[in-house]
């Protein structure tokens, strides 16, 4: 057998094992279309064998290759009856817990879960990652239990004890400077009876829990015997803006009972006009003093839309229009600060009475604190509500503005950041968004007189003083600074740059847990004023 060429060029190799066979099957060459060569049959055997065994080492590797996706596929289909495979690759579970969902109250809590890669199955799966409950879960029998069997990663909004704020009668009866004077019915009739006769003068509503029919009724028509029931003083000479009452809905979360961390989501107001204007004055029309469902919102107030509509916030238009009238919105907005954080010192001790039986890492909450102003720039809380209204039902404009609180609230705490930081992360991990450079503070003292020892007051804070406990607590702290977008600190509170350590004026009735993460946030403020 001869080894041949084509006269276009083509040789053994072009041909593989498909010119072997010719080859084999002819035994010669045409003089006509090749020319010959030597007759060398051990070559074109050898060549053969090169080209065939070619041809089974692809065939088996794409076999090797389907029979692997075959078996992923298989493995992908049966998950739920591999648990461990299972935790493996699902998704975050939310469990979101309410009554009548379908009406899409809750649609936009929704949505922002479902972009940051909530699957909203929770309530199928006994290891849910978060809780988002709209009504309080701690008063079912059942639920409560489960919540004190919390693992690690799981997360719930609401606190133990936060009904000690968010309780109209409870809040209104209590001493707080912000908050009109009010007193519980029936057992202080007798003494709203000799103050109202000390100032005739004054207005007066009943209001319950409930909050619904609120109206200025006389004295002699005030029901004084109904339990559960308040009667508050009338704000009188409130600011108006356009001849409308408003009132302002700050969102607050609260990230930490002991010790305590609280925020408030800074870059937005949610501002409700009265949808009556409020002069001439007539105590029979709820809709000149009354915020109602049926408010009139910010884009048809004009002095405000002026500024709205140019693409500014609610807050900043407000800012505006305060500045406009020569008046200083910055003693404003502290009010704001300094009442959300009153609120919570008086209510602190109890609410930690309630959180015995629970872990502390495994809660936060976002309520909404409504306030009015009167025209001398005077601050008055009116309530603070547990489960603030986040449906655009009425004004499909405010769906953003819901939206950006449940994310910010969310991305705070760390369930909407790059890493969850509520997931179990090795000691390489967990440096790698939080070191111990990063929680250490007071460099004077710790480099030198707390180097050797930690018995001095002043080595509390320094790193290798700390507790593992306390290091989780900073860590917290950290994270929560790191990830607080549009919100801002209020508890403890915003400090001087100048003066970081300045004690604030409730200082004596802070736990210690309570001073040293005030004092850990001044030491962080000394060395970068972003933290002040």
């Not at 002026?306 to 003693?331: C, E, H, N, V």
């Not at 009015?372 to 008055?380: G, I, K, P, Q, S």
């Not at 547990?386 to 991305?411: D, G, I």
């Not at 509170?493 to 604030?504: G, V, Y």
Request: aromatic share 10%; net charge positive.
């Amino acid at each position: 057998m001869k080894l041949c060429e084509y006269d276009n060029g083509y040789t053994l190799k072009d041909h593989k094992v498909g010119f072997c066979q010719r080859v084999l099957a002819v035994g010669r060459c045409s003089s006509r279309n090749l020319r010959c060569y030597a007759n060398v049959p051990t070559l074109v055997l050898v060549a053969c064998l090169i080209a065939i065994s070619l041809n089974v080492y692809q065939t088996r590797r794409l076999s090797a290759e389907l029979s692997l996706v075959s078996k992923r596929n298989t493995m992908c289909s049966s998950s739920a009856s591999h648990p461990q495979y299972n935790k493996l690759i699902r998704s975050k579970q939310v469990w979101i817990k309410a009554s009548h969902l379908e009406t899409g109250y809750l649609k936009h809590v929704t949505a922002v879960l479902q972009s940051i890669g909530y699957s909203l199955d929770g309530g199928t799966y006994s290891d849910w990652d978060l809780l988002w409950s709209h009504e309080y879960p701690f008063s079912d029998a059942n639920t409560k239990q489960l919540l004190i069997n919390l693992k690690p990663h799981q997360k719930v909004n609401k606190w133990p004890g936060s009904g000690y704020v968010t309780s109209k009668v409870t809040l209104a009866t209590s001493p707080l400077k912000h908050v009109p004077k009010a007193f519980q019915l029936p057992a202080e009739e007798s003494k709203f009876k000799a103050y109202a006769k000390e100032y005739p003068e004054k207005l007066w509503v009943q209001k319950s829990n409930k909050h619904r029919g609120v109206k200025i009724t006389p004295i002699d028509g005030l029901d004084l015997s109904a339990s559960n029931t308040f009667v508050q003083e009338f704000v009188e000479k409130p600011l108006l803006i356009n001849k409308r009452k408003f009132d302002i809905g700050i969102y607050t979360i609260i990230t930490s009972i002991e010790p305590l961390r609280i925020y408030i989501v800074d870059h937005e107001f949610l501002l409700r006009f009265c949808s009556h204007d409020y002069h001439p004055f007539d105590a029979a029309d709820r809709e000149k003093y009354v915020v109602t469902d049926s408010y009139t919102p910010i884009w048809e107030i004009p002095q405000l839309n002026q500024y709205y509509k140019s693409g500014f916030t609610a807050k900043q238009s407000l800012r505006q229009y305060i500045i406009d009238l020569g008046r200083d919105p910055a003693k404003l907005f502290a009010q704001i600060e300094a009442s959300v954080a009153e609120v919570y010192l008086a209510k602190l001790s109890k609410m930690r009475e309630s959180l015995q039986s629970y872990n502390h890492n495994n809660f936060f909450e976002m309520v909404r604190f409504d306030f009015v102003v009167d025209e001398d720039m005077e601050l008055y809380l009116m309530e603070v509500n547990m489960s603030p209204n986040l449906s655009s039902k009425h004004f499909s404009a405010n769906r953003l503005l819901y939206e950006q609180v449940v994310f910010n609230t969310l991305h705070l705490i760390g369930l909407a950041s790059t890493i969850d930081h509520h997931s179990k992360l090795d000691i390489n991990s967990r440096e790698m968004v939080s070191g111990p450079k990063d929680l250490s503070v007071q460099p004077a003292q710790c480099a030198t007189q707390c180097s050797n020892s930690c018995e001095s007051a002043t080595c509390r804070l320094c790193y290798h003083c700390m507790t593992d406990s306390d290091r989780q607590l900073y860590y917290t702290a950290f994270t929560e600074h790191m990830n607080k977008r549009n919100t801002k600190r209020v508890m403890p509170p915003t400090l001087n740059p100048a003066n970081p350590k300045a004690l604030p004026d409730y200082w004596e009735s802070l736990s210690q847990v309570d001073r040293d993460m005030h004092m850990w946030f001044a030491g962080k403020c000394e060395m970068d004023h972003s933290w002040c």
